[in-house]
């Protein structure tokens, strides 16, 4: 009966006749027998297989070396070794696929810079298959959330005409082939199109008819940023909800970020510890600070004013009317309230046109969620859905309203309050496990320079 | 309190001070009161409210028109209309957002070419909103489904700079502004990249490290074909399995159409009849062809025999050696085996470098799942795991092997045998609700000429 390590791993019972697939991580001799420690990808943790030498396929044991691939017929039985419950007494083995001793990635450590130049195999390793898992996992998870609230997953549009934000640098979609004489109307879709930086603009005209929506899907920046923090290509989940206003926004936020910290403890399981014995050890304390702390909610001028007052040398000194920096950020949360913070309520100047005008004329129903080590995880606002004030917030920030007729349609029939957020899920997935590079939570990362594989 | 619609409608008893929120979808007016049918999106029914001429708010009625939103604090109460178990009496009434008479969904039937022209809108109809909440749902059922046999879901690049099948029309992706003296190597990623058109051999390195793996994400065609079943941008579904031959792929593929079928069975509900009564009257026939009957197997020889032998003339003769036209397809799923039919081993020179040669030398592990109305709607193979075969198949397909190495790599360390297929998740909505046209199963569809919103 053929089965999964992880199903063998968790059996409550010896059982005969199972059929193992795997790699083999290490092998190890001993006098009469060898041990093989066999990983198929199902959970972090290797099986143990005891081979005896006089088995079938046993004459094939010094071709099984690190990175080959073998089936294992045999019976699951109580292993008399500390540490594991379980081993496989093999009674045939079968080598399938060799991996010589060019295999890259051998029994040492290797650096995280060598591994993204072999992303095709990186996730045979202990540290990226826990990513991958925990990358799975963690996105059922975003659905299940969601899905419980009653949102429906929508798919807005990748190749776009427009700029979500009237900024941003975009990647330019086309099928034109550089020659002279060639129009821009001659181009697939008649007119210049891009990647798209955010679907909010159409999860918005879908949760003005379907109430609930939210998008999980790729998004793009042609930003040409080589740091830590920066993709060209990463997920993006942005709910959207009719009917929501900015109270409503943040609750479903802190709820939201309180969830899959929630679920990282209780599902992380294995790959957690991993994460947490080798690549951050605070990892779980951040978790819990997360999920026990009710989020601080203070408006922006608030904020500053702490920031101004805090007699903190910064960087960069806190200025009225300027965004926060990441290291102003980073201090309210975790040096001055000691607890997630969300600011809210931004200057209107340093915001995009769609965020909701406050009666004060200056600032908008804008959020930021911040958490330790990062800064902002996730950005909202409540959205303009008064006509003439949305209209009046495309002139002052310099756009040309006919870009946006069928958004401003929105407003025309049955406008309604609403309010959304978005959250990048690699960002995300660094501050849940503590993975410190962009790169290394996506499996094949596109950066400047970068799109292999 | 708050409710969404198909919460009350799905109510045990009657409930006092309910908040419903929601937009008009048609007014009658009576002596001293109307009626306003409510949708919010929750559900394809429509909410009955009651307004009596007298509570706060009454006086906007008649501004309660078409489209226009609302906000009905009332009671959930038994109605005394017939088809309608539940009402609500209003206590107070909100006109959040009027809609004048130039609002396009007026109470009058639309065609699907005046929708689609406002596609911003659509969602608002009642077809559309059943499209897009089954299309949710259905996702959700393809995560559940993978999920459920242990398969995680990958995310594979957008962005490459490679082409799976070395053929098909492929969108490039640029930051050139297309000027003289503009080199590739200027490009943001130093050399030309594409838009996907399959996450397949990225998936491949992912299953031969974790075992069993599935995309689930979109994928480009730059065909210029103007047909109700191409898009350019759709979403696809590419599971991959380490130590599945195809048998076992077959065995996947038929589970997951017989469970996506099921469960547009059991969970289409209001939807599914509004399919039945107005866009296909065969749709759950259809489903329950798929649900109730086993797959017919037959290798493409025999398929070809057949056909030929059938006596029908075709448009397109059967031609031992070419590929099956839709003709032949549906010939062999509606009338000659009455039932879903899975051909396999076809042509090695028909089909893609990547799929395993058959000890005949002459055909491949390919196989297409053939369904009534429709032909292929899942293509799969098992894949080459061979490194010296693989190696002659790229030969043979005239393709260049430096091009591949990483891929080979997955054939020199621990090959494995490994299968997988592909779904269009579009067209297999097309099949499961009777809509014929795929620019009215994804919200905001992308044609040639075709990038609006």
């Known amino acids: 009966m053929e089965k999964r390590i992880r199903e063998l791993l968790a059996s409550d019972r010896p059982c005969s006749g199972v059929r193992v697939q795997g790699w083999i991580r290490t092998r190890r001799d001993a006098k009469g027998f060898s041990f093989l420690e066999v990983n198929d990808g199902s959970c972090l943790k290797n099986l143990q297989v005891v081979v005896d030498a006089q088995i079938p396929g046993a004459e094939q044991l010094n071709r099984c070396t690190t990175g080959a691939s073998v089936r294992v017929d045999g019976d699951l039985v109580e292993s008399p070794a500390p540490g594991q419950r379980w081993e496989v007494r093999a009674t045939r083995l079968e080598l399938i696929g060799p991996a010589d001793s060019t295999y890259p990635l051998q029994k040492k450590g290797h650096s995280l810079e060598f591994l993204r130049s072999i992303a095709h195999l990186r996730a045979r390793s202990n540290l990226f298959g826990a990513v991958f898992r925990t990358r799975s996992r963690l996105a059922r998870a975003v659905h299940e959330f969601f899905q419980a609230r009653d949102f429906l997953w929508v798919h807005t549009p990748i190749i776009t005409a427009s700029d979500c934000e009237g900024a941003g640098e975009l990647f330019r979609v086309t099928t034109l082939k550089g020659q002279p004489g060639e129009r821009p109307k001659d181009d697939f879709f008649g007119r210049p199109t891009y990647l798209t930086v955010s679907g909010q603009l159409e999860a918005e005209a879908l949760a003005c008819a379907l109430g609930r929506v939210y998008t999980f899907g790729p998004t793009f920046r042609a930003e040409n940023s080589n740091t830590s923090r920066h993709a060209a290509e990463f997920w993006m989940i942005e709910p959207e909800a009719a009917f929501f206003d900015l109270e409503a926004d943040m609750d479903l936020a802190e709820d939201f970020l309180k969830a899959m910290a929630r679920h990282m403890l209780e599902e992380g399981g294995d790959d957690l510890d991993l994460f947490e014995r080798f690549v951050d050890r605070e990892v779980r304390a951040r978790l819990r600070f997360v999920t026990e702390r009710p989020f601080v909610r203070i408006p922006y001028a608030e904020a500053m004013e702490i920031l101004r007052k805090s007699g903190r040398s910064f960087e960069f000194p806190p200025e009225p009317g300027q965004n926060l920096q990441s ?127």
Chains 1, 2 share one sequence.
Request: aromatic share 12%; net charge negative.
């Open 327 to 453: 290291e102003h950020e980073r201090f309210l949360t975790e040096e001055h309230f000691h607890a997630p913070v969300i600011v809210y309520d931004y200057p209107r100047a340093i915001k995009p046109f769609y965020m909701r005008l406050n009666d004060d004329g200056v600032t908008v129903r804008a959020m930021d969620v911040l958490v330790p080590g990062v800064g902002e995880v996730i950005g909202g606002a409540q959205r303009e859905e008064r006509l003439e004030v949305l209209r009046e917030n495309l002139r002052f920030h310099g756009l040309d309203e006919s870009d946006y007729q069928w958004y401003l349609d929105l407003r025309r029939y049955g406008t309604v309050p609403h309010a959304g957020f978005g959250v990048g899920f690699e960002r995300l997935l660094m501050f849940l496990t503590g993975m410190g590079n962009i790169r290394d939570v996506i499996p094949f990362p596109r950066t400047p320079g970068h799109a292999e594989f």
